[in-house]
Structures are given as C-alpha cells and as structure tokens.
C-alpha cells in the first residue's frame, strides 16, 4: 500500500516562508514525477510546481520566482520550498507522485497525499 504524507502546512504572514515535505511509503518500484498541487476555497486544485526523477522543474507562473521544488530520491520525498508568500497562496497543498509499482510494468498511477493547510495573512 503506497501512501503519501505531507506536513509543513502553517499559518504565516504575507512575506513570509514555508517549506512543505512529502514522504512515499510502501512497496513500489520507483516514482516518477513528483509534484505539488493546491486548493483554495471555491477554486479547483491547479498545479504548483512538478519534478521529474531527473531533476527538471516546472511551475506555475504565480509562484516563478518565488516556490522552489526538490525532491530526495533516497528518502522518496519531495518538497517545496515557498517564499515572498502572498495572501492568494493560501490553499490547502496536496502532493502527488507518479509511482511505478512494478518493475515488470510500465504503469505510473498518481497517488495523492491528504493535503497540508497553507495560510497566509496579510
């Protein structure tokens, strides 16, 4: 059983930053890309910021500039890495990976973390 689990999620001040974790756990092969959605209130969850296994990054232009995406292959985890944080980037933060369970099956299903409540107060 794959799990996703996230934390970091706080309440900081406009200006601030916040680094959020995400951990897999369980039996698998290998992760793919890993990334970080959100989701605030009346809104759809909208993409963040992903990482490929090898490194390369993509974010949304909202937070370019400001959120930097990592991630440790060895500890199976991702992060993000937020600053200059502005009232609209309140949401509640959800992690994502793509996991290959088998290594005799080319199949990356996406598996989502419960999601780390990112306040921001102006």
């Known amino acids: 059983q794959v799990q996703l689990v996230e934390s970091g999620g706080d309440l900081v001040q406009a200006g601030g930053s916040l680094r959020l974790s995400c951990a897999a756990s369980?039996?698998?092969?290998?992760?793919?890309?890993m990334g970080w959605y959100r989701q605030a209130p009346g809104k759809q969850r909208e993409l963040v910021a992903v990482?490929?296994?090898?490194?390369?990054?993509k974010y949304a232009d909202s937070v370019k500039g400001r959120f930097t995406i990592s991630r440790d292959n060895a500890k199976n985890s991702v992060y993000l890495q937020m600053g200059s944080l502005k009232s609209e980037d309140t949401a509640v933060y959800y992690c994502?990976?793509?996991?290959?369970?088998?290594?005799?099956?080319?199949?990356?299903?996406?598996?989502w973390g419960q999601g780390t409540q990112v306040t921001v107060s102006s």
């Open positions: 994502n990976a793509q996991i290959r369970l088998y290594s005799s099956i080319d199949w990356s299903p996406g598996y």
């Open positions: 369980g039996t698998f092969f290998s992760i793919n890309d």
């Open positions: 990482i490929t296994s090898g490194g390369s990054t």
